[in-house]
């Protein structure tokens, strides 16, 4: 097949264009045309000086006086903006290369091939703009989770911020251990957002919300193929958090096989996909809560010791809202404030007599359960100050049960007194401290109690029936 340069030229989607060392132009190709918008009869064996930015760098090879290498002038690379045809501008790049004449050993001609790179240019400016997105949300993100957001000026509260604040600079992890609802992640997003790692991403991850089977694919991520179903490659959390914080919730819901390799990712911040062998680099902080006696299940064998000391490092105890009372004030008032603006509300505040009731009420489910409240208030108070009425029963029935805590400090019995309510919520009690003393295993509660333990069952079942009141 005969083989005609010029052709094969002209059908390259990218511009060639050749110039000898007088200046002329000895090949301009067909997408040179479109891109320069000239026609080739008009500008081939004519000195290109139209070609201004080529010139520039013609002239840099002729000073070189054929004596530069290929090594040097072949990198040369050249970004600029054409005035197009349909009136768009268009980016392209020019790399030139000089074509030695190696008998003189000098240039004998320059070549130039020209992309069209306006694509490329929109995706850098489209990242441009998203990287400065990112960091305006990672700001506003990080004032949301600022220290300030933490509300509740109580001993204890303080104390937490303190330590978390001391912390948040270092890359020690973290163990937060309190209830539900007491704000553990809350904290965790202060450190993160308070740390060196503010600007890369805060990733949690709740061991409870998944099978263990699937804790491990979530954590360290699969290759394709990996396993049934596995059909593209994912990244786990891990990879996720690349420079940043893996919060990790509800700790001890991992199997022992997952507390293994988490025990090696902390140890050498290494871990490998499922299905992958190579083995990932894991620059992580990573910070873990529980709202268990951590220590008890290293005790019974349910948690590895070396993966406690590893996590135990820096312990931060939140406690819960009934032990910080005055934190009830200012978090009730953050969340008037807060819903009245989510629900475009006005509602004033509350009546003396219900505040008291949420005071005296003993918060099992800690803040998040004092938002659901406070929620709910606002969306079913009619009047402009939350009255009795509108508290959920189970509130108001805890009261008459706190009333009658210490019915003999009164000079009489207190209005609501019931001597039923009394007796239950005593023996509630005992028989929560039983089976926290014997680590939730009933029958061994039920021994302690003296109680055989069809009896114990019932008590229980009636308490929580009592407990799940509304
Ligand atoms: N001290 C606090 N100030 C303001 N909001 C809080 C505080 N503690 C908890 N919250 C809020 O209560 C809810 C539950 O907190 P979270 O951090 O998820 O608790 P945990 O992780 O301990 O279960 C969240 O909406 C959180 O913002
Ligand atoms: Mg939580």
Redesign the pocket.
């Given at each position: 097949m005969r083989f005609d340069l010029h052709q094969v030229l002209d059908s390259a989607r990218d511009g060639v264009f050749i110039v000898g060392r007088d200046h002329r132009l000895v090949l301009f190709n067909h997408a040179c045309e479109e891109l320069y918008n000239v026609s080739r009869q008009d500008v081939v064996n004519k000195a290109c000086w139209k070609l201004s930015d080529f010139e520039k760098s013609w002239k840099e090879a002729a000073r070189a006086g054929g004596r530069i290498s290929y090594g040097e002038l072949g990198a040369k690379k050249e970004r600029m903006v054409l005035p197009h045809k349909s009136g768009k501008q268009v980016w392209v790049e020019t790399i030139y290369t000089p074509i030695l004449d190696e008998e003189n050993n000098e240039i004998a001609y320059v070549m130039g091939v020209i992309k069209d790179i306006t694509e490329l240019k929109d995706m850098e400016r489209e990242k441009e703009r998203l990287q400065q997105e990112i960091g305006k949300i990672r700001g506003e993100l990080g004032s949301k989770y600022d220290f300030s957001?933490?509300?509740?000026r109580s001993a204890p509260?303080m104390q937490v911020m303190k330590l978390a604040a001391e912390v948040a600079q270092e890359n020690t992890t973290v163990m937060?251990v309190?209830?539900?609802?007491?704000?553990?992640?809350?904290?965790?997003?202060a450190i993160h957002y308070n740390s060196r790692r503010a600007d890369k991403p805060f990733v949690a991850l709740n061991c409870s919300a998944f099978p263990e089977t699937l804790i491990e694919s979530e954590l360290f991520g699969y290759e394709k193929g990996a396993f049934t179903g596995a059909e593209k490659t994912k990244p786990g959390k891990i990879q996720l958090a690349y420079g940043g914080t893996l919060f990790l919730?509800e700790v001890t819901e991992m199997s022992p096989a997952t507390q293994a390799k988490i025990l090696r990712v902390i140890q050498e911040r290494e871990f490998e996909p499922l299905g992958s062998v190579k083995p990932q680099r894991a620059d992580i902080r990573i910070i873990a809560?529980t709202?268990k006696d951590l220590e008890a299940l290293v005790k019974k064998g349910q948690f590895r010791d070396d993966l406690f000391y590893r996590l135990f490092v820096y312990p931060i105890v939140?406690p819960p809202l009934r032990e910080r009372p005055e934190?009830l004030g200012p978090?009730i008032d953050?969340l008037l404030e807060k819903f009245n603006h989510d629900m475009a509300k006005r509602i004033q505040g509350i009546s003396p007599e219900a505040l008291g009731m949420l005071k005296s009420y003993h918060w099992p489910g800690?803040?998040?359960e004092?938002?659901n409240v406070m929620e709910r208030l606002m969306i079913l108070s009619k009047g402009e100050v939350i009255q009795v009425e509108d508290l959920p029963r189970y509130v108001v029935e805890s009261m008459k049960l706190n009333h009658s805590r210490e019915p003999e400090t009164n000079d009489g019995i207190p209005p609501g007194f019931s001597l039923e309510d009394t007796v239950n919520q005593f023996e509630g009690r005992i028989i929560q401290k039983a089976l926290k003393q014997c680590g939730h295993n009933k029958s061994r509660a039920a021994n302690l109690l003296g109680l055989s333990r069809s009896t114990f069952r019932y008590k229980l079942s009636r308490l929580k029936g009592f407990e799940n009141r509304n």
């Open positions: 957001s933490i509300v509740g509260i937060l309190g209830e539900s609802g007491t704000g553990k992640e809350l904290v965790a997003k919730d809560a709202n939140i934190d978090l953050h800690n803040v998040r004092l938002q």
